[in-house]
């Protein structure tokens, strides 16, 4: 038996605004939501899953790398972490993780 699911991951307003310390070329990021809610609608219509997974650092060791390497991008409960709101995320569970890897710990 073959499981679907869509995994989108990290389009968040700290990652894809102009300002971003690591900012996604702005004409690439029309593109980039606009595929991603097309892949949405179609896994939505297909009745498959969608995940979407955040980053959001937490705790002093989580905050602390986010500042020092990330120029304090992506903490929990700043502003910036919210998904896209481009993003057709009324479809799908949001998943946060803490760690820079979406599958740290899983099987």
């Given at each position: 038996m073959t499981v679907k699911a869509l995994l989108v991951i990290d389009i968040q307003t700290d990652n894809v605004k102009p300002n971003s310390?690591?900012?996604?070329?702005?004409?690439?990021?029309?593109?980039?939501?606009?595929?991603?809610?097309?892949?949405?609608?179609?896994?939505?219509?297909?009745?498959?899953?969608?995940?979407?997974?955040?980053?959001?650092?937490?705790g002093l060791i989580g905050k602390t790398i986010s500042r020092l390497l990330l120029k304090g991008i992506t903490i929990r409960g700043e502003s910036g972490t919210e998904l896209d709101p481009r993003l057709k995320a009324d479809y799908g569970s949001i998943i946060d993780k803490t760690t820079q890897d979406s599958f740290y710990k899983t099987d």
């Open positions: 310390p690591y900012p996604f070329p702005s004409e690439d990021v029309t593109g980039l939501i606009a595929n991603t809610n097309k892949l949405i609608t179609h896994w939505q219509q297909q009745e498959w899953p969608v995940f979407l997974i955040r980053q959001n650092y937490v």
